[in-house]
């Protein structure tokens, strides 16, 4: 993989970059759809490209205990077997290890745990899961990090930025290819010292990108910025920067204009299956009975398929009455909104409009926003999975995992 830095904007340091990779380009600033299970929910490859989506983020987690690594290789490695030829970046597992997993126990040499589908016990060291991302054919890996809770205590961030460091260098002695990538990732909770001894290690480590972890795990969207701006310019400015699991429009913004490249969330396709819209207005539920007989798209601004032919009040009774259209059209709406978003963002970096545009987005937004709420404020969690819990690791999980079952992107 090689990156290619093309332009920072003087007026705030936004980046417009381009990634190459084995399966194709990617122009950043990017945002990746979350096909978990090998798949974006309730869209089809074929509607992938048509949303001019060029990278997607697949969880190792759930496609390691199911079909598993190793039937996916046999099968011809994951861009075959889910027939899509473009870029793609796998995590860890590490994350939803954390957040999904059932008795799980975090040692020097990995993690182990039981699956939350049956109970099956499992361990993933940091060689284990670049040997999974290598069998899956990703172009994009990440190295094993332990994701600290929010809120944790400052010792426990401490030891816990040594144990990612430990497992960084590990999976870079396991993985000294540069195709696929390895990108390594920096924690620190929201402590400015902590996170400038990872940002630094990491880098002495040398990786093909640099993520930053543990954010939009439930902390202040001020603690968010502040952490962005004061790590991202410790990283190599030739290296491409993936802020893991941020996904409120507005978020992406800021996380742009201080220097960030890469983002994934779920946030565009599970609020697509709640019914819950993104507009040029702000959030709009589809739900409400107000548009039972309204005959206007759900954003008169967008051009997706959905805008083009349904009504709110069409839409509104696919939801009502559950069917599986609805959760297409609303996810294809959804999507759609943040690719075209990221498309104006690399256009306005271009044309070093970005700031403007930037304040324009907030303002509209601030102005009309419905309900009176943020998209943050609606919905805070970000990353696949559940935020991890605080506490102490070694845990016993209750076992209330079923909510998420099957519906976590
Ligand atoms: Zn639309």
């Not at 990278?55 to 759930?62: D, E, F, Q, S, V």
């Not at 839409?315 to 294809?332: C, P, S, W, Y």
Request: net charge neutral; with cysteine; proline share 5%.
């Amino acid at each position: 993989m090689k990156f290619e830095l093309l332009k920072i904007d003087p007026a705030t340091g936004a980046r417009r970059g381009r990634l190459h990779t084995p399966h194709g380009t990617v122009e950043t600033p990017v945002f990746m759809p979350c096909g978990t299970q090998g798949t974006v929910k309730a869209l089809s490859p074929q509607e992938l490209e048509g949303e001019g989506v060029e990278l997607i983020l697949c969880n190792t987690y759930h496609l390691y205990l199911r079909p598993g690594h190793e039937l996916i290789a046999e099968l011809g490695g994951l861009h075959r077997f889910m027939s899509w030829p473009h870029p793609i970046l796998t995590d860890s597992g590490g994350y939803q290890v954390y957040s999904l997993a059932e008795l799980r126990r975090i040692s020097e040499e990995g993690v182990s745990f039981q699956s939350h589908l049956d109970g099956s016990k499992h361990f993933l060291s940091p060689e284990k899961v670049i040997e999974i991302q290598q069998a899956l054919g990703s172009d994009i890996i990440m190295a094993l990090d332990e994701c600290a809770p929010y809120p944790a205590a400052y010792e426990y961030v401490k030891t816990s930025i040594e144990l990612t460091l430990r497992w960084a260098r590990r999976c870079r002695e396991a993985h000294t290819s540069r195709n696929p990538a390895l990108f390594g990732i920096v924690q620190g909770g929201v402590f400015p010292d902590l996170r400038e001894r990872s940002a630094e290690e990491t880098v002495r480590i040398g990786f093909e990108g640099y993520a930053l972890g543990g954010l939009s795990v439930g902390e202040s969207k001020t603690q968010t910025y502040e952490v962005i701006a004061s790590t991202a310019p410790m990283l190599p400015l030739e290296k491409p920067r993936y802020l893991m699991g941020l996904g409120p429009p507005e978020d992406l913004l800021e996380a742009v204009a201080l220097g960030i490249d890469m983002f994934d969330c779920v946030m565009p396709t599970r609020h697509g299956r709640t019914g819950s819209l993104f507009t040029s207005q702000g959030r709009l539920n589809i739900k409400a009975a107000r548009y039972a007989k309204e005959e206007g798209p759900v954003d008169p601004e967008c051009d997706c398929y959905t805008c083009r032919h349904f009504s709110r009040a069409y839409l509104r009774h696919l939801f009502i009455t559950g069917e599986l259209l609805g959760l297409q059209l609303n996810t294809l709406h959804n999507l759609h909104f943040y690719q075209n978003l990221m498309q104006q963002v690399r256009r306005a970096i271009e044309a070093e409009t970005f700031r403007e545009f930037k304040a324009g987005f907030l303002a509209k937004l601030m102005q009309e926003r419905e309900d009176n709420q943020s998209w943050v404020e609606v919905d805070k969690g970000g990353q696949e999975g559940r935020r991890p819990r605080s506490g102490k690791v070694r845990m016993k999980n209750k076992g209330s995992t079923k909510e998420v079952k099957g519906f976590n992107d």
